[in-house]
């Protein structure tokens, strides 16, 4: 989920010598000529361009984004099979489980998938973020706007439904599920993720 920690791992990967990959940054790359258009940049540009759900051109751009991802996403998995590399950390978005059981599947298949689950309490920071300084959300049918309501309301009210059909999806595809508040509160260098990891592996499928 947007938030969770995803980005900032990979950073602490790459700083170790892994092979850091991200799939936002395709997927910019991908709409750049309407990004590039409305002077849009960076992921904060890609939901600026999206918008908010209300908006009327929203759920054309949630269509050409999520295309842009299972591209880049098929573009990678590619790469990391053709490669047979290792030491390769693939930062997914957090919609990457709607590019489909197949996409899913194969990635399960090529990696290790690692679930940074927030806790319930964690939800009203995970909302506040998103409020406060927005990435681009595929909300599908989730969203819904009641008469003489905002859309930060409309937002707020089904934000928790968004986190919980996406929770069941995430530890559907996870092979490691690991609790943020946990690195948290042992804020692990990269070696000490990496144990944390290993440590909670599910045995191979």
Not at 9 to 30: M, N, P, Q, V
Not at 171 to 183: F, K
């Amino acid at each position: 989920m947007s938030g969770a920690g995803k980005s900032h791992w990979t950073r602490k990967l790459a700083g170790a010598g892994f092979r850091a990959i991200s799939i936002d940054d395709r997927i910019e790359r991908k709409l750049g000529s309407e990004l590039n258009a409305g002077g849009h940049r960076g992921i904060g540009g890609v939901a600026a361009w999206m918008g908010w759900p209300d908006q009327p051109d929203y759920r054309e751009r949630e269509h050409k984004y999520l295309a842009s991802e299972i591209e880049s996403m098929r573009e990678v998995l590619d790469e990391i099979e053709a490669s047979g590399q290792e030491g390769i950390v693939l930062d997914t978005t957090g919609s990457v489980v709607y590019a489909g059981e197949e996409i899913c599947r194969r990635l399960q298949r090529l990696t290790t998938v690692v679930y940074l689950a927030a806790s319930a309490g964690e939800l009203d920071t995970l909302i506040a973020r998103y409020s406060s300084d927005p990435k681009p959300v595929l909300w599908g049918d989730v969203f819904s706007q009641r008469s003489g309501e905002s859309a930060r309301e409309a937002v707020a009210r089904c934000y928790p439904q968004l986190i919980a059909h996406r929770k069941e999806l995430y530890e559907r595809y996870a092979d490691v599920i690991i609790p943020t508040a946990q690195l948290r509160e042992a804020s692990p260098d990269a070696r000490g993720f990496l144990e944390i990891l290993d440590s909670q592996a599910r045995p191979a499928r």
